[in-house]
């Protein structure tokens, strides 16, 4: 593989995060997202038509292509194509990891590559009713695994989880009220990597607050028993939020002579539907295994916190230490878009590996975002600084 042309991520930005129903309650997803296509190629002082392609995940629009959308309204020439990718959770990854794919095949050089997710303006599902006769039913969610495959939800795959694995409810809070900490405490840092949407809206994740063991402990459980159970403090909330990346082929890097993060390699891997939050731990030891490596050689991992108790499970069974874990503070801190989580923790590898690392001059070498998925889905990156 010593002539494998490997993608760099050379530019990394998101909006702010806000639950869903507040302060861009008013956006569409193309609308959250188009801001940041607009301010990556500004960062890397391309000109549009320098772009190949547009790859965006979302979760919850089933059809209309808002990749298309986000490009036409972020000034790309209507020339360049954009496709919109659903693997759930997993979306905004996946469209990185297939950004990066297609740089290594050579079938692009510059791609915009992330997700966007609108709760508060997502359509209304309606299953259409089979005769004139019936109506219309809504739903919530779609199935993610077909009989006679078990399709939980995901709420309570993870309460079961919880008592599976005998994570308490406090220790559940406890590394809630950690990842507000690491949050607030990495807030100025943060705005470096964000896009603020419009004049007067928020350019902090508005979610993020004090919180305090006692008063997380109040939450009332809402899935699983009083020992174990899952509340609003230990289930990351829905909410608004669009990031991207921009990936040049290594050599155009190179030509830049900037710092960037080069993916080193990337999987996307199945698991059983009836524990979707598993899934990161094998595709983290099967992806170190490709590379030779081991998590011991990771000092930064942005591990997805769909639930307090998924996050410390995949931890105990990877062996990571909480000092290498979502240091800028997790999703439990700002909220889950759904479609753009993933490509937000790429966003965090690149802010918390580059940015930050310039101020104090120890850049860190090694970096690994992990995810999962509704349906037994994961997904995961490696990451190398380059300069």
Do not use: W
Request: with cysteine; proline share 6%; glycine share 10%.
């Amino acid at each position: 593989m010593t002539n494998r042309r490997h993608a760099v991520i050379a530019a990394a930005r998101r909006t702010p995060v806000a639950p869903r129903g507040g302060a861009f309650c008013h956006l569409q997803a193309d609308e959250l997202a188009a801001p940041v296509l607009s301010r990556l190629i500004q960062d890397a002082d391309l000109s549009p038509d320098q772009v190949d392609y547009v790859i965006l995940g979302n979760a919850l629009y089933g059809g209309g292509n808002p990749a298309r959308l986000a490009a036409l309204r972020a000034g790309i020439p209507q020339s360049v194509p954009s496709l919109t990718i659903d693997t759930q959770c997993c979306s905004g990854l996946d469209a990185i990891l297939l950004g990066m794919r297609m740089i290594e095949s050579g079938a692009a050089t510059c791609v915009l590559a992330g997700g966007t997710e609108s709760f508060s303006r997502s359509p209304i599902r309606m299953h259409r009713p089979k005769d004139q006769e019936n109506e219309a039913v809504a739903y919530s969610r779609p199935v993610f695994a077909p009989p006679p495959f078990s399709d939980p939800d995901l709420a309570e795959a993870a309460a079961r989880l919880a008592v599976g694995r005998d994570v308490s409810r406090e220790a559940q809070v406890e590394y809630a009220v950690n990842s507000h900490a690491k949050a607030r405490g990495s807030a100025e840092n943060l705005q470096q990597s964000l896009v603020q949407l419009q004049d007067g809206a928020p350019i902090t994740d508005t979610f993020t607050r004090n919180l305090a063991t006692k008063t997380a402990l109040r939450a009332p459980v809402l899935t699983g028993s009083s020992e174990t159970g899952l509340s609003a403090a230990t289930i990351a909330c829905e909410a608004d939020g669009a990031a991207a990346v921009l990936l040049v082929a290594e050599h155009v890097q190179g030509e830049q002579q900037g710092p960037g993060l080069k993916i080193l390699d990337g999987l996307s891997s199945g698991c059983d539907p009836a524990d979707p939050a598993l899934g990161p731990i094998s595709t983290a030891q099967a992806l170190l295994g490709k590379l030779s490596m081991s998590t011991t050689d990771i000092a930064n991992i942005e591990l997805m916190e769909a639930y307090a108790v998924q996050a410390m499970v995949t931890m105990e069974a990877l062996n990571l230490a909480p000092e290498q874990v979502n240091i800028l503070g997790g999703a439990l801190a700002r909220g889950h878009p759904i479609g753009g989580s993933g490509a937000i923790l790429a966003v965090q590898l690149y802010e918390s590996m580059l940015r930050s690392s310039e101020e104090c001059g120890n850049a860190q070498s090694y970096g690994m975002a992990l995810i999962a998925a509704a349906g037994g889905l994961a997904s995961g990156m490696v990451v190398e600084v380059t300069r």
